[in-house]
């Protein structure tokens, strides 16, 4: 059952460095190991190496390339449903209407504690799931 502890992990999808950064120092005060990256595509692309390590992704809507946080949380709820996403904005537009509904919408600007909230509930939710 050692195998079933694998490392797990937070995806932190923001191209705003600083944001990124204090989203990232505040998700470490958790046991679960903080990943980064600046778009939809580099997230996807690490999420189809370690579906299974990563608990949550804390997304921004608003991200470069060709994938928003929106357009991410779709393809992370329809590929890996057992991922809790939370998507954030300070200014969603309509685009928050399009959240698939396993989504959670926290407004920016968002308290730590709200933060972490979200990645303790990941992490609760992922232990009641087989490995």
Known sequence: ????????????VEDDRAV???????????ELR?????????????????????????T???IPCFLDGVDL????????????????SGAPGDRVDHLPPAATFLPKPWRALDVLVAAEQAAE???????
């Not at 059952?1 to 694998?6: E, F, K, P, S, V």
């Not at 990124?20 to 958790?30: F, K, S």
């Not at 939710?125 to 490995?131: D, H, M, Q, S």
Request: hydrophobic fraction near 50%.
């Open 1 to 12: 059952m050692g195998q079933a502890l694998c490392e797990r992990s937070i995806l932190v």
């Open 73 to 88: 949380a779709r393809a992370v709820s329809s590929r890996w449903p057992w991922i809790k996403v939370v998507v954030t």
């Open 34 to 58: 903080v990943v980064e990256a600046e778009s939809g595509e580099e997230a996807l692309h690490h999420l189809k190496q370690h579906a299974e390590e990563v608990v949550l992704v804390f």
């Open 20 to 30: 990124r950064d204090l989203a990232a120092a505040i998700l470490e005060e958790t």
């Open 125 to 131: 939710a992922r232990n009641g799931l087989p490995a």
């Open 60 to 62: 921004d809507i608003r």
